[in-house]
């Protein structure tokens, strides 16, 4: 599904451009970089390490200023932290000292507001949580603490999610399992998702569409149209389409890495290279 | 903007650096007394051992002034108990009076001087060195200003104690965890929010460390500053005690500090396990 034909983009970035001021001079993160997500899309962001994917999604989030460029959000310019847009870190980034219930409450607390408990029920009940509310993230597995960290992240009814790669450090039976996952709290709620990872069959199977950076400093080099309908089923990974697709995104990344100076412009077609 | 570069891959700051308070529990009921034989084992081992001190000093001869016997310490404990019990409470005074100051002066300055880290660097030689300065060493000086009353010994409690709290305490506030003060920020979470609700619970475990160890070593600051000068308090008994060779008293006075001491470390053990357990 692809959910095309509105003219404003639901999240715009516009020559994104972040230089890091470090000890040891500064970091062109990313340069120049544009990127549109329709309302209820899915996109995925992959490129190789240190392309500044995560700096994308952080400046995306408004927890990151940009050194220029924009960000729009249903074509207005946010300039902070926005409550419309929910956001899944890296590792579950449960507060430890708090349980399940507590850490779900958490952003209603900020936002001195009443928890919608039934909303919340609903979400526990869709990642298979209810019950759990009262175990500290400790006695959580990795799957589970990402469960809640989900949960936490729609408790706003944001709009928009970004998941800064949510399951990286997931073993794979669950990570597929996370990604179903994804799927279903998507077909329920149509939220717009930009999923950072590193895992390509991970981007293809949630993805309308996956979006292939370049090298640091990170603009987007690629973009590739998941044609797959909706509910996604762990067969079409299978199938041939799938495996080139996975193939040329590989390349496309592995290209990306060859290429040995960081500043020098470079177009996606001539910086393919054939891995020995 | 010059925000730090993201990384949350790596082990975040504070892991495994930490004392925490589980990990002090050698002794206090760490890991929990299991079985009748363990009983049996402990209360075995007291016996010999004690046993075995009182066996040696009488078969030995040992005189009364140097060593006494467990048993005529046992004996002055409670003999002599209504005559100490007001120079405990005395000590206690102090004690709390002293650690409540120092340690709230503490724990709010280690509060604001994380917050600004320009400032804590200044600042930072002058709490090293009150953290090493044994505060005993200004007793004599505090009684000259004060006298012999309660105020000198509070005071010296008072400098003993916060030092050590505001120096754990500050360690606790510098644990910064990026992603959790991002996801905070997320929620458009104020400074103050971000501090009470993730920089606070943070920091609580070195906080009850910082705790603990100030209020031992205002307990050693009390009994000292009260040897130096003054006619009450546990300390005072113990130099009144050795002066008039009356051993056994002496002893009862110690054992009754390490009641004390042990007392502060059980306290703050069960309220890390209560409150700061999930450093675990």
């Known amino acids: 599904m692809n959910a095309g034909d509105i003219t404003t983009p639901k999240l715009g970035v516009q020559a994104a451009t972040k230089i890091y001021h470090t000890a040891s001079g500064d970091l062109l993160a990313l340069d120049r970089c544009s990127l549109d997500v329709k309302t209820n899309e899915i996109v995925s962001i992959v490129g190789p390490s240190g392309c500044g994917k995560t700096t994308l999604l952080w400046s995306m989030s408004g927890l990151h200023g940009l050194t220029s460029g924009e960000i729009r959000l249903d074509g207005k310019a946010i300039t902070g932290p926005h409550p419309d847009i929910g956001i899944v870190f890296q590792e579950a980034n449960l507060l430890p000292w708090r349980n399940l219930d507590a850490n779900i409450r958490f952003p209603f607390e900020i936002k001195g507001e009443k928890p919608d408990r039934a909303w919340i029920a609903h979400l526990l009940n869709r990642v298979g949580l209810d019950g759990f509310g009262g175990k500290f993230p400790r006695e959580l597995s990795g799957g589970m603490q990402q469960r809640a960290a989900i949960v936490r992240a729609l408790a706003l009814k944001p709009s928009v999610l970004l998941m800064d790669e949510p399951f990286g450090a997931l073993d794979s039976f669950t990570r597929e399992e996370m990604n179903r996952l994804v ?74 890495r060859a290429t040995p100076k960081a500043e020098q412009q470079r177009t996606s077609a001539e910086i393919v290279r054939i891995r020995p | 903007m010059s925000d730090a570069i993201p990384e949350f891959s790596k082990a975040k700051s504070g892991d495994g650096q930490d004392v925490s308070l589980t990990n002090l529990s050698a002794f206090a009921s760490g890991p929990g007394i299991q079985s009748g034989k363990e009983v049996a084992a402990i209360v075995a081992v007291a016996v010999i051992v004690i046993g075995g001190i009182e066996l040696a000093l009488r078969l030995f001869h040992v005189p009364l002034y140097i060593m006494p016997p467990p048993s005529s310490i046992a004996y002055a404990l409670f003999d002599e108990f209504p005559l100490i019990a007001p120079h405990l409470g005395y000590t206690l005074v102090e004690l709390l009076s002293g650690f409540a100051i120092g340690a709230a002066v503490g724990l709010v300055l280690a509060a604001v001087i994380t917050q600004f880290p320009f400032a804590e660097k200044i600042v930072a030689p002058y709490i090293l060195l009150l953290v090493t300065t044994p505060m005993l060493a200004l007793v004599p000086l505090l009684i ?126 069960l309220i890390g396990k209560k409150w700061a357990s999930w450093e675990a």
């Open chain 1, 183 to 256: 799927e279903e709290i998507w077909l329920d709620t149509k939220t717009t998702i930009v999923f950072i990872t590193h895992s390509i069959e991970e981007a293809i199977f949630l993805s309308d569409r996956v979006v292939v950076l370049s090298a640091r400093p990170g603009r987007v080099a690629k973009e590739y149209r998941v044609p797959f309908p909706r509910p996604r089923s762990l067969e079409i990974m299978a199938t041939r389409e799938v495996f080139d697709l996975t193939n040329r995104i590989k390349m496309d990344i592995v290209g990306e």
């Open chain 2, 144 to 269: 000259l200003r004060f006298g012999f009353g309660y105020t000198p010994r509070i005071i010296a409690v008072a400098l003993a104690a916060g030092p050590m709290v505001m120096i754990n305490a500050a360690t606790g506030f510098r644990r910064v965890d990026s992603a959790k003060i991002a996801l905070a920020r997320s929620y458009g979470a104020s400074t103050l929010q971000i501090f009470w609700k993730i920089r606070a619970p943070m920091a609580l475990p070195m906080i009850l460390v910082g705790l603990m160890i100030g209020a031992i070593f205002g307990l050693l600051t009390a009994v000292g500053a009260e040897m130096v000068g003054g006619g009450f308090g546990l300390g005072n008994r113990l130099t009144t005690y050795s002066s008039m060779i009356q051993m056994p008293q002496f002893f009862a006075v110690v054992l009754i500090l390490s009641m004390l001491g042990i007392l502060i470390y059980v306290l703050f053990f």
